[in-house]
């Protein structure tokens, strides 16, 4: 079976800060990228912040937090991040046109063996899979936030991907520490179709008065023994990342999907949640949530 050696990261946001944490951490040699410079700039510094924090409540070696740091580097060009890569994860907002547009520009760098796989939560693999070139090296991985905390990747099958490329993606993934369960492509896979579901029933419930946001997070967790309540998963998620999401199922898969004005206007308004320092609640520039 093909050795993955190297792994390529596009996006240094949310999720992919995280991937690149586990995949430095699992051995490859990690090249982390973003058109972003400042963002790349502030991805090394979280990541070293999540390392410190790993080692300091005796999840992470110290030894193996200063290696994992060697072994990732930051590039500025897309160029440089794929040129050795054999696996490619991209992590980029929850946008086909976006994810197409990047695909096509790494086809043109990577080598011509290397696996491609997208960090979607919702959107079509054969689709990005097609367009790619190579659809039987592409597949789907889908972390999960926080990427180096959560357990499950979601190994997703488009179509033409091979059972070679299944296998190899399956290796890499629990070498970055991960359980893997294999999906079909449908929209939203067996994981954000659920959770976007209850986010969304969680907005309209707002919306009609049921009870405020905090007494609803409380209710969930209470009540349902969820770790954490609607309205803190979406701050944690992305409102803009959780629309994007709803904005595909709904086109997909029906009305149950359909997003509420209200969340369309925390998105205007600018309110993300924890990354942009305020959605439903309010955080510190570390992401910790303020009284
Ligand atoms: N946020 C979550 O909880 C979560 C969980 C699982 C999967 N996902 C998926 O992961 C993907 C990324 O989501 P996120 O929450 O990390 O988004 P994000 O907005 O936090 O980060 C996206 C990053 O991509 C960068 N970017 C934009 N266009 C780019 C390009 N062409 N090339 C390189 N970098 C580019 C941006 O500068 C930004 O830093 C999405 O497909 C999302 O659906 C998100």
Redesign the pocket.
């Known amino acids: 079976m093909t050795e993955i050696r190297s792994v390529a990261v ?7 800060c995280g991937i690149a944490q586990v995949a430095a951490l699992g051995g490859f040699a990690t090249h982390l ?4 410079g400042e ?1 790349l700039m502030r991805a090394r510094a979280a990541i070293e912040r999540q390392l410190a924090r790993g080692v300091e409540l005796g999840k992470v070696e110290s030894a193996a937090a200063a290696t994992a740091l060697g072994r990732l580097s930051l590039a500025a060009k ?1 160029a440089n991040a794929v040129a050795e890569a054999d696996l490619v994860i991209e ?4 946008s086909l046109a ?2 197409l ?2 695909f096509a520009e790494v086809v043109r760098h990577a080598p011509a063996g290397a696996f491609l796989a ?6 079509s693999i054969t689709e990005m899979a097609a367009a790619s070139g190579r659809p039987e090296r592409f597949a789907g991985l ?4 926080p990427a180096h905390v959560m357990r499950l990747v979601e190994l997703v099958r488009g179509l033409e991907t091979s059972d070679a490329t299944v296998a190899v993606l399956r290796a890499a993934a629990e070498r970055m520490g991960k359980e893997v369960v294999v999906v079909r492509d449908v929209p939203g896979f067996a994981t ?1 179709r659920i959770n976007a579901l209850v986010g969304n029933e969680a907005f309209r419930m707002l919306e009609q008065g049921v009870a405020s946001a905090e007494e609803i997070d409380r209710a969930v967790r209470l009540g349902l023994n969820h770790p954490m309540g609607p309205f803190e998963m979406v701050d ?3 409102l ?2 959780r629309l ?2 709803l904005e595909h199922l709904h086109a997909t898969l029906g009305e149950a999907f359909r997003p509420t004005n209200l969340q369309r206007q925390f998105v205007q308004a600018g309110r993300l949640g924890r ?1 942009s320092g305020r959605g439903i609640y309010r955080y510190d520039e570390q992401g910790r949530r303020l009284p």
């Open positions: 596009l996006g240094a946001g949310t999720m992919g990228y973003d058109l972003d963002v897309i992590a980029v907002p929850e976006a994810k547009a990047l997208s960090n979607t939560s919702a959107l889908h972390f999960f936030n954000s944690l998620v992305g803009d990342t994007a999401i990354k």
